[in-house]
């Protein structure tokens, strides 16, 4: 996988406070403006499904590659063998707070024409995610979990 982005942001609150939010797919669009929603399908684990329906956009359904509370989730939308975009989000504390770490790779023989110019918008689009999400997270409003 090639990292196409990644951006960075220190939250006040706890790594289990920034999860919450981060897997609270209904309140997306608080902290990802670009997304109106996600929604698991099922338990929160691995091989899951996730539907993420972004703005002016389709739902697209992702894969649950990684779920371990509370330190990284990452989504995986695959094309087969031809073409991966992993979406992840690692959390560490730090300090009294969190570092939430965002990445956004592709990779795959057909990378460059089926996810590359997605992942590279996306990555200009989400960069401001992470700060948005230690925001919220620390104000500690709404943290129920679906």
Partial sequence: MELIGSAEAHA???PQGVW???VDGRRWHEWSPASDWMVVEGPLEPGA???IKRKRGRQTAFRVETADAPHRFALLLSFGPAAKLRIAWTLEPEGSGTLIRQ?????GRLRRWLTDPQARRGAVAWSDDPARLAE???AG?????D
Avoid at 103 to 107: A, C, D, H, K, L
């Fill in 12 to 14: 006040a609150a706890n």
């Fill in 20 to 22: 919450e939010r981060l």
């Fill in 49 to 51: 499904f996730v539907t």
């Fill in 103 to 107: 990445t956004i790779e592709t990779g």
């Fill in 136 to 138: 919220v997270a620390a």
């Fill in 141 to 145: 409003v709404g943290t129920s979990v």
